[in-house]
């Protein structure tokens, strides 16, 4: 299995960026299928369902947008216990789309539930009768056209007849492929791990590269284990995993109507059960559910629009996180950080500048920033030996870190953005065309 | 006097941008000279002086970045009742330059008291000893560098022999060019009122066009006046009037650590004492200060870097003028909508996306949207008659207007930006080279 990764995931070199994948291959209990319903003018795969034959638990974090999509107050009405499938478009968010837009969930959901328990009778010993609100939506893509009703409806007999019991890493960058909107690379991550002595797998895929100011969640992230967990626990799970993972990347600051990172879990492995989130058992799963997550979240950041360079911003020794995490931010966000790290200037004073208009009270004297393993300044003043020359050359890098030590106290936070270049600029300005 | 401006600050056409500058003349009280200190590496002029030789009232508003540069550090400090000098130098912001950048500013004040003091004693009936903490600073350019403190001691003699009792159109232009950074228009504005039947002057340069999210005051903006108000009376009307001009506009969502609003008054002029800031005879005078703030405001906005257009964002009928700010800044500080209206693009879409992440709750219902005259959200829904082409059409202008209803109360706040370009990504990423 490959399980090399770009250098930003594994901070190795310093060389060009380089997209290498994880062969995600079968994990019991779940069905991918794709087609092209026609939603783009090309004929790319651009509609995926997920189907989850015996039902997934299942938990999901939205946007915090005020705004939200008609697909996620669909999601956030079903309240079942178990779902029997995702379906995820590209395209359109089915966003102020109105009633006419959520009336299409419904009518989908209804025929998807119809062609499942058709499926179900066909090809099980046990045949269920599978109800529309076990069927939940992701959409991206454009705000406020009308939603594409029709083209979906007339695809979802195919999805359904295409759907194997068996997965390969072929369905899964597929399916990676096919959420994909302004994307450059599908985006995939897979660990493994242990719940007693029973072997569990988690994999992820995730779409994303603009839009992305995460507020608990952010783009779309779909992670799916074989494990065994309640719909509490996952809970849980994800929304304190999520924090220091989805939470910590940014690419514009914006943030989308849509945004939404959910948890599957098929219960196909038998393990021991696991009881509550400080269960000793869980351990393992906890740590590999946030390797997943960030692993999945890097690669958003480093396909972020336009990037030529990926930034990991670690601001240390703060007096709680809360301000660690608002400095780092502020780094992060900032388009004149942003556009001289593309310009490869070591122009350290706009660190200065975005720390300052972050709002935390700051101790001038104890600051330090360091660029890399380079140190700039210590204790609020130039470093004796720096030598721009030096650092100008560290700009070079594809993968840029800068590590500010506000030295107050003992809380970190590391948010991962990229540069801010003319390709932001021209996929962003002529994104509908 | 040339009173025509741009299209934008008359809003009457949507032809091409055209600056055109009103001509300032004299102002009693106020002296200017400008010389090249060579701190570019061109003979441009990047040190101006503002004498005022009897002295005037004065209020500052600075910067809210909690790292602020040696010269707001210096006025800050000086506590008198009038102000001799203001001395204002570009390329360097005196910022992050520890303790030696402050006392640059000591050896500096300390110089120019001496040769104004010498200068008084030659032209003047009745000299008088200028102190040294009766001069401030304005400072702007690269943070981080050492101060060019010797360059600009050995022009302090040149500064003062060119002062000139009589100012012209040239001096105001050539003080508001020697204060320019990246901009690339140099910035005045005039209006004259009457207090009681005296006819007041006021007179104001700015400069600024990146780093320009206001927290009370933004870039450098220097306003004069020949009436006779008090510094407690000055700071009330800078700050009433600094919310809904200086404070209404971003270029980038950036705020520097230099910024520095100022408001002299040289009394020249007689006129019935003001007594307090609900006065009706300041009325007038509060309108006409108003409005060269506002002027100077959409200036430096015009002239934002790259920008291709300028854009006015109203957000109106909100519960209060907070909620209508938080909304207005979150559409114009959002890259997708700024880079969508470079493209020509009515992505409408990108327009709900960031009035959703203002995290003002809305009602959607409600909600209406219109680029300038054109109706294209009314009540939550899409105008029947909505037309795209010819909305397209309406993108082509170079001033766009974008007004949003929220319908949730009676507040409004008017915030104005411009459109982000490749242009900003090129001035940004190769700032300092």
Known sequence: MGINITNFLSSKSKNKKMIEFQDLDHIDGVSISTVSANLYKDP??????????????FASIYTQSKIISENIKWNIRQKVKKISSLIVNTRNANCFT??????????????????????????????????????????????????????????????????????????????????????????????????????????????????????????????????????????????????????????????????????????KIKHPKINNINDEKLKEFDIALNKVLLNLAKRIVSDGE?????????????????????????????????????????????????????????????????????????NGTMNINYNETEVAEYMKSHDIAINVNINKGSKDFTAYTMDLTKKYIEINSDYRS
Not at 46 to 56: H, T
Not at 312 to 326: G, L, S
Request: net charge neutral; with cysteine.
């Open 44 to 57: 790319r795969d651009d509609l995926v369902m997920f189907y989850f034959r015996d039902g997934a638990n």
């Open 98 to 267: 109105g009633i006419q837009g959520y009336k299409s969930m419904e009518k989908i959901a209804q025929l998807i539930s119809e062609k499942l328990t058709e499926k179900q009778k066909e090809d099980e010993d046990h045949p269920k009768k599978i109800k529309s609100k076990e069927v939940i939506f992701g959409c991206t893509g454009t705000i406020g056209e009308v939603f594409p009703e029709e083209k979906i409806l007339n695809k979802i007999s195919e999805l359904v007849d295409k759907i194997k019991y068996t997965q390969n890493k072929y369905i899964w960058m597929k399916a990676a492929l096919g959420i994909m909107t302004t994307d450059t690379q599908p985006k995939m991550a897979m660990e493994e791990c242990l719940i007693g002595s029973s072997k569990i797998k988690i994999f992820g895929i995730a779409k994303g590269s603009g839009m992305i100011q995460p507020n608990m969640a952010t783009t779309l992230g779909y992670i799916f284990t074989d494990a065994d967990i309640s719909n509490d626990l996952l809970k849980k799970l994800l929304k304190k995993n999520i924090f220091n993972t989805f939470n910590a990347i940014t690419c514009d600051g914006d943030t989308s109507t849509n945004d939404m990172v959910s948890l599957f879990s098929t219960g």
């Open 306 to 378: 336009g990037a030529s360079k990926i930034i990991t911003v670690k601001v240390c020794n703060c007096k709680n996180e809360n301000e660690a995490k608002k400095i780092a931010f502020s780094i992060s966000n900032s388009p004149l950080v942003k556009t001289a790290i593309a310009g490869e200037d070591p122009n350290w004073g706009r660190i200065i500048m975005a720390i300052g208009k972050a709002g935390v009270p700051i101790d001038i004297d104890k600051l330090s920033i360091d660029f890399g393993n380079l140190n700039i300044i210590h």
